[in-house]
């Protein structure tokens, strides 16, 4: 199941459907190894391109970056983006042991936008 899109990016979404069916192919295939093969699907991420993107929308707009930040965070269940670390712990964990018995799925990291 995709995650909705407000920008028309069919090469983008094509090109993450395809590794996510290639995960799914893998994680079959070396499951036998006890190879495990999973996915981390991360949704606006609080980093340098989001922070610039934040700054771009609020000089377009001539509002502050706190509220266009606010208007992104508005749409998660909880109410912040994710940053770079919590989907960096969501790797950490999904190839540590206590992730022993997962394989072929996908972890969403988005602070709820999208859920599943």
Known sequence: MA??????QAAYAAS???LTSAMYSLARELGPHRVRVNTVLPGWMWGPPVEA????TAGAEGV??????????ARMALP???TDGDVADAV??????RARAITGQSLLVNAGEVMR
């Open 3 to 8: 995650a909705p899109s407000e920008v028309r």
């Open 16 to 18: 993450k459907g395809a």
């Open 53 to 56: 993107y934040v700054r771009f």
């Open 64 to 73: 502050p970056e706190a509220e266009v930040r606010a208007r992104l965070a």
């Open 80 to 82: 912040d983006l994710a």
């Open 92 to 97: 950490v964990f999904l190839t540590s042991e």
